[in-house]
DNA sequence: GCAACAACCTAACAAGCGTTAGTTAGGATT
DNA sequence: AATCCTAACTAACGCTTGTTAGGTTGTTGC
């Protein structure tokens, strides 16, 4: 029995246009058509248009935050680390996919005191993909590199889907995951 | 001595205000103010906003398509051939960031029409990419693996930069390219 | 049975939007 | 001298935007 309150579902919704046209692009009337009531009646359940993006994007990084935080704390090789964190991240784009779009594409919208809020947040998740890299180069997991390199290269592969990745399609999440990290690992050189 | 038009200084301001904002917030009195005129002065020079936006889009993505056809028809090895895309991709990145941002970001936001015409030269773009790629597996310039799958590899790496990369910093746009073709064609297993 | 409340409605607000019409001033062309 | 062109202006158009105020339901708790 999961109980879905107004509330969510005006979040559930907002996502998904917010996700397919942007922010400026949906009116507050548009989305209150979707849940067949009128666009004034929004504003019994939240507090304005700037709140539910808001809203959105922060339950996004909340939630990459999360799956981050978890991996990079467990007691496993980083290769490993690194490996779960591709697949928990992508896991994260296909169960979510249009919060995760608005989490990527939309947080320039924010005032800036909720984007500095946002900003810190992909810092952090940033601080623990550069971490696991360090120590697995410490490790001798990884080659040793730049790990500020290293780390956007991860950063570019995993962000990037957003803009292309379909779940559904012949490619489930985990496969993908697993397929980039093996390519990541063993780099195009011939052996 | 460089000539620029009225109409050339319209699609410049267009196009910083578009990659800094964003279409929708942006708005044709605000480009008119950037070069002290009235909204209503700019429909002397050019037809509306969304053909604005469409012109900028389109040299963007005719801009990365020039540098691809080039690269692709030369003959060099296939490895020879990545670098160099990587390379004149990262260039643009660097000298016209914000068309390049525009063209990213805010192709979206196009009528449906204008969408399949942008659609079909990233798509031209991609499959120069994938054939590179492909020939390089053939020659054994490359390991074999999914074209599909290095394809995307490779143009999350180049496509994610317009989030982040900002010219002028410690990095200049064909060491970061030679950097990322490094670890791409190494990988990140220790030898 | 009555009060309280939540959920929604209608109607309107002020502001801003892209765009157009009509006009004006100055310079170039005939 | 008469005409045209260019680039700008002012003023307004019709419409949409986010948001609010006040009223109307139906349900719940006492």
Redesign the interface.
Known sequence: MLETTRKDQIYEVAERLFSE??Y??TTMREIARELQIEGGSLYSHISGKQELLYEIVLRGSEQFLRAARDVVAAATPARARLRELMRRHLAIMAQSTPRAIVHF?EW??LDVERQAAIRARRDEYESYVRRIIRE?VVA???????ER??G??V???L???Y??YAPGGTLNADDLAD??FD?????????
Chains 1, 2 share one sequence.
């Open positions: 046209r942007g400026h692009a594409h320039r919208h697995g001798g997991d990884f080659a040793s590199g730049d390199l290293i956007l290269h950063l570019s592969l962000n990037w889907t803009q292309w397929q980039f390519l990541l690992m063993r780099g195009l050189e011939p052996r």
